[in-house]
């Protein structure tokens, strides 16, 4: 029984991925689903310490260092000396980088709205609290 209802589950989650079958604008901006993970962390967490987004991320600090260079060459973070400790690096979003979030919230906030829609209020809180729940005491991100 319990496998069946994995089985289940696990078709929802690829039928939910395919709704629309539009896919999210990484390809517009040459960006990987990895890389949305630090864009998304940096706008929650502007001018925050390399250290702070190795520590958040719970990646090891050459690779964070690494994706950090590779955006940086793209133009969507900029890198920054701390004034009172010159080996500590200050990280934000460059305006492009604001722009690339931007565009992605608005494609997650359409698909959202797509898959709600025929959802009352009352289910729409049940389906968020049973969400919640399942994900409860999961590693965040």
Do not use: W
């Amino acid at each position: 029984m319990e496998d069946s209802v994995n089985l289940k589950f696990q078709q929802l989650i690829l039928r939910f991925h395919q709704l629309g079958g539009e896919l999210p604008p990484l390809e517009k901006f040459y960006i990987t689903p990895a890389q949305v993970v630090y864009l998304d962390y940096l706008a929650k967490h502007p001018d925050c310490r390399l250290s702070q987004l190795t520590s958040a991320l719970q990646y090891s600090a050459a690779s964070v260092s690494a994706m950090v260079s590779i955006l940086n060459a793209k133009g969507l973070v900029a890198k920054t000396q701390e004034p009172f400790d010159g080996r500590a690096l200050s990280l934000a979003l460059t305006e492009k980088g604001r722009q690339v979030v931007f565009e992605i919230e608005k494609f997650r906030s359409t698909r959202v709205e797509m898959i709600l829609e025929n959802l009352d209020e009352k289910e729409k809180s049940t389906l968020s609290g049973l969400i919640e729940k399942a994900i409860s005491n999961k590693k965040e991100r």
